[in-house]
RNA sequence: GGAGGAGUGCCCGAGUGGCUAAAGGGGGCGGACUGUAAAUCCGCUGGCUAUGCCUACGUUGGUUCGAAUCCAACCUCCUCCA
């Protein structure tokens, strides 16, 4: 089933909405879905590795959609991956993924939750929930998973997935670790559904094998039906995968990056973009999305200030986004400056004067003193609105403007205000 | 089991003893132009407070004043034969 051709009345809200936003790429089965959606709360999960302390933009898509869920009445469910992420998905990769010790996972799942707090709703009693599948995964005995488990899978039909073929056509090493990374999944969604009564799965398009397998488990091994939803792979205009920039992720936890950088993040958006993310990534109505997406030309600013607006406060809360475009309308009217301070840092570094190209990498304009030294050459770098030449520049106290605090920028867009104390 | 071939920087892809931190393209970044866009043009694109030093061409050793380039072993993959 293809997304953008409903063959038939669409029953419920929530997968009219989700086709209408364009968060639908392939469903299991949506005629089923549908009835059972519009018959009462659904739970639904997403998973997500638990390789870095943050979820980025990259998993916006899946987000939206369980905040659309939830919002319609359904249930949402976070899994995160403590158990998987110590085996790695293999899916349409070409090499193995490094593994993450036990800590560091742990570490991982608590600043996950803490960025995505404000998408999902997590309280009360009927709130949206987060799981860890370390909690049952790594309960399992060998030959016991195997007798349960193992018997459900036939090697045959786990090598006609894609995500498995792309691997070996690349003649690239699976490894038996890897290769039973699906099984994982597809177990994840059975305990789901036997815990917490989960019928279906949400996931990105490279996810569609994982799902599948997990909807056979549940028929095979519990004889229930569970559902599997797609997202689209979203790339931009430009043709590269979505949320990545110079800087590295656009990550969703504030302590990664500042709700501003965030907003900046939308507000630099291609003209051709506009009109699909308006749709994916923010609540208006479709009749605003319209509108917004007919501007033209420099018209069309205004509608990236609103759809940064919009995202950003899905993500930071309606508060630091009304924040961040402010400061971004007066950063951009004029030769302005940051209005309030985006670091702050302790004074006694200035005593034997702070390398700038220190600076430059501590607050993420480049990550090694290398690039730095090319951005200073290539006269990018603008310290207190002086361009900057000298790639060996200390900065002193001296270089401290009113209220102690010192303007940095890269290039047009990335501008920080360092305050001292 | 036998015979050939391949493994290069973020990606693709040249390079067969010194002029190679490695052509060219893509992507990315910076500059100019603009609308904080696109297109175009110019520059940069391993690390290091740095006109030098260090680390790099599958892995480990070797030959050589000098190796991505030659030799050996190993790993991975491809093609043909059995």
Redesign the pocket.
Known sequence: MEAGKPATKLKSEALQVLLERGLVHQCTDLEALDARLADGQVTAYAGFDATASSLHVGHLMPLMTMRWLQKLGHKPILLLGGGTSQVGDPSFRNEARPLLGDEQIAANITGIRHSVERLIDFRGEDGARIVNNAEWLTEFRFLEFLREFGSQFTVNRMMTFDSVKSRLEA???LTVLEFCYMMLQAVDFLELSRRHDCALQVGGSDQWGNIINGVELGRKGDGKQLFGLTVPLITT????KMGK??AGAVWLHPEHLSPFGFW?FW??T???DVPRFLRLFTELPMSEVLRLSSLE??E??EA?KILATQVTAIVHGAEEARHAREQ??K??AGEGDLAEPTHHMDLSHLAD??????LLVHVGFA?????A???VE???VRLNSQVIED????ISVGDLKVDDQLSLA?????KALLAFR
Request: glycine share 16%.
């Open positions: 003649q690239m090493p205009a430009s043709g590269t920039t110079a900046q507000r630099n291609a003209d051709a030309g420099a069309l600013n990236k971004g309308d950063l951009f004067g702070l390398g700038l190209l220190q990550q090694t003193t290398s690039e030294w090319r951005l290539a006269g990018g790639p060996r520049r200390k890269v290039g047009k867009r990335r």
